[in-house]
């Protein structure tokens, strides 16, 4: 039992996975942190990735990966329309930061009911999927496909890339800057409202990347997204708010938890195990588990 | 409360009217408008009902799914042993008395983290749900024989009159002023004396009490229960929709709510249901940004 427990197979499973989580909750942190927007409706815009991705390999025949960069392009493009007709304005009125977590809460609500029913009228609710490079690739006693080894190493790839960008160059420290303090981040000379603009667009894209990702190896739906807006939120609180690090982090411990308990239990323990670290979370340690409380 | 002044009296005569005018308006325009005064007084009575907390205290809360799931549940467990009669109101207080369990630790967090919480919380519960009726082998529940349109339109009206009065007379009273101080600030409430974890607490159980029996009353009218379709966010998110739309100022405002979009859903309903969700979710967004205060707002701005 220990053995199989340990087995590459559910490591590389739980590896795949967590990269998903860390991508999808590095987009929600982004958003949170710059502007303390509460975006509901990041799932959707994971599941907009995955629509187009599936689009693109059934009209093209061409691999998905090559529409990485088309499906990025996708979800900043979104995410500056949202930013230009929503929020900018409100975010230049210096609201105190409850205000706009909770307008931006019921904004995104919104925008969520109407984007999985958009898609749902546009496209049926029939789920879809696609084969492409299912071929299973052995080593050793771990049995991986393709497209899982594809997806983990883009997700691995950008998530160092968006580290990089964050604590090297000017802009990612301005970014970075912004989230620990705004009100200096400004007095210092920041333009907060490109920042922020540049922190939607990345934030979206990444949610969208992630989709594209996942649409090779799980079934698309218009009302896959939930399930990844929650696991963002957990993944999210569990590194703390607008800690970039710890919610990469967090995003492989969740898929390990996940991992091992659909192993030991079943799938259905999924759901009750995700909701129930998500209230535990919220309930015994709102300001996460490996950040420190900001405010 | 101070005894009863000319507004109360006011709002007592238009609720019972509306009340009598639901009933006997739906009763004699025929089958399909029962069914249409049904759902408007279902919707009625849980966004009132949903208001008496999240309208009053700013806690808006996404979870108000449960309490009409576990009324629902009682009831589609229970139907062939007890009688209705009993059920219903039994529903009620067993989805008041989950709230009160869950109530301390959960109001304990704040603001939109709240809002986050309480959709988790009622997911959890789903699925918890969901494993314990697939271990008990029932996947769905039917229910045979149960009361005719009539009666259920009866009891929901007397639910929708029932929450419109005591979302008002709350609102009118000291325990209705102390919710609102909490608020416009919490600790600034605290500080002036007001009990605010017991005052939170209790009007978040008494807000459930009515969903939980709306929800018994609904399994009836269904005659069908399926755990995914009645502990459905979708539930939810319509009343918090309602709400914003028609304003939470007072007990006016989720009459106004529940009107706009029973109405849209009956309009839409024919031609093309799908659009219904959708515009759902651009009249919420339009709310927000450009009518805050709701259809109510809107209202009194019109008035003066």
Known sequence: ?295 | MGGMQRQDWVALAATLAGGALLFWGGMAAGAYWQVVALTLAMWIALVQSWSLFSGLTGYISLGHAVAYGLGAYLMATQFRELPVWLLIPAGGILAGAVALIVAVPVLRVRGPYFVILTFGLAELVKFLLLRLETALGASSRLLFGAPGTDVLLAWMVALAVAATLLRHGIGRSRFGRGLVAIREDEVAAETLGVPVTRYKVIAFALSCVIPGMVGAVMALRSTYFEVLQVFSPTISFTIVTMAIIGGSGDARGPVLGALFLVGLSEILRGTAPQLYLIIMGVSLVAFVLFAPSGLLGLLRRKGG
């Open chain 1, 1 to 295: 039992m220990m053995t199989s427990l340990l087995s590459g197979q559910l490591l590389f499973a739980a590896a795949v996975l967590g990269a998903l989580y860390a991508l999808v909750g590095l987009g929600m942190n982004l958003v949170y942190g710059t502007m303390r927007l509460l975006n509901v409706a990041h799932g959707d815009l994971l599941m907009l990735g995955a629509y187009a991705a599936f689009w693109w390999f059934t009209l093209t025949a061409l691999s998905p990966l090559l529409a990485l960069p088309l499906v990025a392009a996708m979800g900043a493009g979104i995410g500056l329309l949202l930013y230009a007709l929503l929020f900018r304005r409100q975010l230049a009125q210096g609201l105190p930061p409850e205000v706009i977590e909770a307008r931006s809460l019921l904004l995104f609500f919104g925008l969520s009911v109407a984007i999985q029913n958009i898609t749902a009228y546009a496209f049926t609710a029939t789920p879809r999927a696609y084969r492409h490079l299912d071929t299973v690739w052995q080593v050793g006693q771990t049995a991986m496909t393709g497209n899982r080894i594809a997806a983990l190493a883009v997700a691995g790839v950008i998530l160092a890339g968006v580290l990089v960008f964050l604590r090297r160059t000017t802009f990612g420290m301005e970014i970075q800057a912004l989230i620990q303090h705004r009100e200096a981040a400004r007095i210092v000379g920041i333009d907060v409202g490109r920042v922020q603009a540049v922190a939607i667009a990345l934030g979206f894209a990444s949610a969208a990347v992630a989709g594209a990702l996942l649409s090779m190896t799980e079934q698309v739906t218009p009302f896959m997204g939930f399930r990844f807006t929650i696991a963002a939120f957990v993944v999210v609180i569990l590194g703390g708010l607008g800690n970039i690090r710890g919610g990469i982090l967090a995003g492989f411990l969740l898929a390990i938890i996940e991992i091992y308990a659909v192993t030991l239990f079943s799938s259905e323990a999924r759901s009750i195990l995700i909701y129930g670290a998500f209230v535990a979370i919220l309930v015994l340690r709102p300001q996460g588990l490996l950040g420190r409380a900001r405010r």
